[in-house]
Nanobody, 127 residues
Framework: QLQLEESGGGSVQPGGSLRLSCVAA?????????IGWFRQAPGKEREVVSC??????HYADSVKDRFTISRDDAKRTVYLEMNGLKPEDTAVYYC?????????????????????WGQGTQVTVSS
């Protein structure tokens, strides 16, 4: 079992920045997990934002060069640094994880649905 808790959401103006954090509590070494950030806007399907495994990172085209994912395995925490925020980034952001999988399977081909999910944190970008 893995419990995920997100924090850091809020309201910002276009062009602003936020940093989301996801703290994981549970079994197994954190190294074994692929950790991802997903988001869901009202009326839209949940989509991948960014994912991280040891030595591998993936970003959706819509956030490349603006968002940065990082992880501190000792603290069992994954961060999403979001810069240059746009109104279309408004969504509920979820942290998700699965052990013993790959970025390809969980975040690119989407063959594997993440096993564990946080409750989400709201990000609103508006002037």
């Amino acid at each position: 079992q893995l419990q995920l808790e997100e924090s850091g959401g809020g309201s910002v103006q276009p062009g602003g920045s936020l940093r989301l954090s996801c703290v994981a509590a549970g079994e197994h070494s954190f190294n074994y997990y692929v950790i991802g950030w997903f988001r869901q806007a009202p009326g839209k399907e949940r989509e991948v934002v960014s994912c991280s495994a040891i030595g591998n990172r993936h970003y959706a085209d819509s956030v490349k060069d603006r968002f940065t994912i990082s992880r501190d395995d000792a603290k069992r925490t994954v961060y999403l640094e979001m810069n240059g925020l746009k109104p279309e980034d408004t969504a509920v952001y979820y942290c998700a994880a699965s052990p013993f999988t790959t970025v390809q399977a969980m975040c690119i081909s989407r063959q594997e649905v993440p096993r564990y999910w946080g409750q989400g944190t709201q990000v609103t970008v508006s002037s």
